[in-house]
């Protein structure tokens, strides 16, 4: 029998058919709450992209315009390791619920606020100051949000279905970039270029009351992770079971999992981040095509997330994390020259084929880790070290992808620059997985009881708590 952490769980209750019921709800509920979550951060980038340099940056020139208004797309980025700092802080000593609620408030008053911003031709220089602070604060909230409904969904789940069941969390994210491309585009037909620029991309902004509603069942109607219930219990009888100083233990012990596991997401967030923002502002100032077309490109790529996402998170519980993750980070790194060769056409078809193909490879990456950066800690430690490992991606990767992208384009005067940059993060991802151990290892996949990640750290055999959903 192997040594047993008293911090780590060793036993939990059977399911019940409510509680299958009760994981089916929260599923629903974490990828509508993410979805609109994801919604609002990303929509940031397409304003940053098409409509912010004309409304804080008037009096810059178009370059100087797009590199200040994605400037203050990185600032949201800043505030993410920030945000995941004190979530997983507190997430870990007095639950995973109330950090999401908090983080979903956080988001939705500062994108609405965002909406309601007067421009630089109204209130001068401070307006800009007053978007990048809205930014910050959707930033800290966001680094907040991902790591406390990846572990209430992965936590509540079957060990077989982790992934799984983590990938609804991680949907947000194509169908938040989906939902954003959708309504800009839409409110852009409807109203007008002029307008939009003028005060109707304001709307787009005030649909994120629609985050409201989530947040109240979130609140009324979901109970926390089991695992974290668990940890509450070992407390209730004395034992050392929450850690009163998570971060600093995460981070003590635990620093080069965290920053490897920040490498694995270089390349899914590069890309990524190209085809929703710094490819549009690319095609629209450099490429003369319409905004509106592209736009709709983008959007397929999405669906096209949407539908990889899941497929490759049942893959990963099926055949391993790594394998999975390691066939979307090479095949991002193959695509990037192809990618902006189609790009570089001009032409609409191969546009939407260069991004749609980019999506494929991306997912793969990306479905596996709501539950494989859960897995890579034990639960007293795990909102800490989960968060940080995915806040600092954020910051090192993906809120400086677009800025850099217009810079090596303005400086070398081709896309080049931007194609070794990402088979560099194709390269870094690769690097990192190899690094680190698999949580769901053959021996894990064949033992119907054994819980991915146990094998990382010692813990005796567990029941499962919910049926596989």
Same mark, same amino acid.
């Given at each position: 029998?192997?040594?047993?952490?008293?911090?780590?769980?060793?036993?939990?209750?059977?399911?019940?058919?409510?509680?299958?019921?009760?994981?089916?709800?929260?599923?629903?509920?974490?990828?509508?709450?993410?979805?609109?979550?994801w919604y609002d951060f990303f929509l940031y980038g397409t304003a940053a992209a098409l409509v912010f340099p004309h409304v804080f940056f008037p009096h810059s020139s178009p370059l100087m315009g797009t590199l200040l208004s994605f400037s203050t797309f990185?600032?949201?980025?800043?505030?993410?390791?920030?945000?995941?700092?004190?979530?997983?802080?507190?997430?870990?000593?007095?639950?995973?619920?109330?950090?999401?609620?908090?983080?979903?408030?956080?988001?939705?008053?500062?994108?609405?606020?965002?909406?309601?911003?007067?421009?630089?031709?109204?209130?001068?220089?401070?307006?800009?100051?007053?978007?990048?602070?809205?930014?910050?604060?959707?930033?800290?909230?966001?680094?907040?949000?991902?790591?406390?409904?990846?572990?209430?969904?992965?936590?509540?789940?079957?060990?077989?279905?982790?992934?799984?069941?983590?990938?609804?969390?991680?949907? &947000? @994210?194509? /169908?938040?970039?989906?939902?954003?491309?959708?309504?800009?585009? !839409?409110?852009? +037909?409807?109203? *007008?270029?002029? $307008?939009?620029?003028?005060?109707?991309?304001?709307?787009?902004?005030?649909?994120?009351?629609?985050?409201?509603?989530?947040?109240?069942?979130?609140?009324?109607?979901?109970?926390?992770?089991?695992?974290?219930?668990?940890?509450?219990?070992?407390?209730?009888?004395?034992?050392?079971?929450?850690?009163?100083?998570?971060?600093?233990?995460?981070?003590?012990?635990?620093?080069?999992?965290?920053?490897?596991?920040? &490498? @694995?997401? /270089?390349?899914?967030?590069?890309?990524?981040?190209?085809?929703? !923002?710094?490819? +549009?502002?690319? *095609?629209?100032? $450099?490429?003369?095509?319409?905004?509106?077309?592209?736009?709709?490109?983008?959007?397929?790529?999405?669906?096209?997330?949407?539908?990889?996402?899941?497929?490759?998170?049942?893959?990963?519980?099926?055949?391993?994390?790594?394998?999975?993750?390691?066939?979307?980070?090479?095949?991002?790194?193959?695509?990037?020259?192809?990618?902006?060769?189609?790009?570089?056409?001009?032409?609409?078809?191969?546009?939407?084929?260069?991004?749609?193909?980019?999506?494929?490879?991306?997912?793969?990456?990306?479905?596996?880790?709501?539950?494989?950066? *859960?897995?890579?800690?034990?639960?007293?430690?795990?909102?800490?070290?989960?968060?940080?490992?995915?806040?600092?991606?954020?910051?090192?990767?993906?809120?400086?992808?677009?800025?850099?992208?217009?810079?090596?384009?303005?400086?070398?005067?081709?896309?080049?620059?931007?194609?070794?940059?990402?088979?560099?993060?194709?390269?870094?991802?690769?690097?990192?997985?190899?690094?680190?151990?698999?949580?769901?290892?053959?021996?894990?996949?064949?033992?119907?009881?054994?819980?991915?990640?146990?094998?990382?750290?010692?813990?005796?055999?567990?029941?499962?708590?919910?049926?596989?959903?």
């Open positions: 029998m192997a040594v047993t952490d008293p911090a780590i769980p060793t036993s939990r209750p059977t399911t019940s058919a409510h509680g299958a019921a009760a994981h089916r709800k929260l599923l629903t509920a974490g990828l509508i709450g993410s979805s609109i979550e990185w600032a949201g980025f800043i505030a993410r390791p920030i945000g995941g700092l004190v979530a997983g802080h507190y997430g870990d000593k007095v639950g995973r619920k109330p950090v999401v609620v908090a983080a979903l408030i956080g988001m939705a008053v500062s994108t609405f606020v965002i909406g309601c911003l007067p421009g630089a031709g109204t209130i001068g220089e401070i307006a800009a100051v007053l978007l990048v602070s809205c930014r910050f604060v959707q930033g800290f909230a966001c680094g907040g949000q991902w790591g406390g409904l990846a572990l209430l969904m992965t936590e509540s789940a079957g060990p077989k279905r982790r992934a799984f069941s983590g990938s609804f969390m991680q949907l &947000g @994210v194509p /169908a938040g970039a989906l939902l954003g491309s959708l309504v800009f585009t !839409s409110t852009s +037909l409807i109203f *007008g270029s002029e $307008a939009l620029i003028a005060w109707a991309w304001r709307v787009p902004f005030w649909f994120t009351a629609a985050l409201v509603p989530v947040v109240l069942y979130i609140q009324l109607k979901v109970e926390d992770s089991p695992e974290f219930k668990q940890l509450e219990a070992e407390v209730a009888s004395e034992r050392p079971a929450v850690a009163q100083a998570p971060l600093v233990e995460a981070l003590r012990g635990h620093w080069k999992t965290i920053v490897l596991a920040c &490498g @694995v997401m /270089a390349s899914t967030n590069c890309i990524f981040y190209i085809s929703i !923002s710094g490819i +549009l502002s690319y *095609g629209t100032v $450099a490429l003369h095509m319409n905004r509106n077309e592209m736009m709709v490109a983008s959007m397929l790529s999405c669906l096209v997330g949407i539908a990889t996402t899941p497929l490759a998170a049942l893959a990963s519980d099926r055949f391993g994390r790594r394998p999975i993750i390691l066939i979307g980070g090479l095949g991002i790194g193959l695509w990037a020259p192809a990618y902006f060769a189609l790009v570089n056409t001009g032409n609409l078809v191969l546009f939407g084929v260069a991004l749609c193909v980019a999506s494929v490879f991306q997912s793969m990456v990306y479905a596996p880790l709501a539950a494989y950066f *859960g897995e890579l800690f034990a639960p007293h430690i795990r909102f800490s070290g989960a968060s940080m490992s995915y806040q600092l991606a954020a910051i090192t990767i993906s809120g400086g992808t677009p800025f850099l992208m217009t810079w090596l384009i303005a400086s070398f005067g081709n896309t080049n620059g931007v194609v070794a940059m990402v088979v560099v993060t194709s390269v870094i991802t690769i690097a990192c997985t190899l690094a680190l151990k698999e949580t769901n290892p053959r021996a894990v996949r064949d033992d119907p009881h054994a819980v991915p990640g146990t094998n990382l750290y010692p813990q005796e055999p567990t029941k499962v708590l919910v049926a596989d959903a």
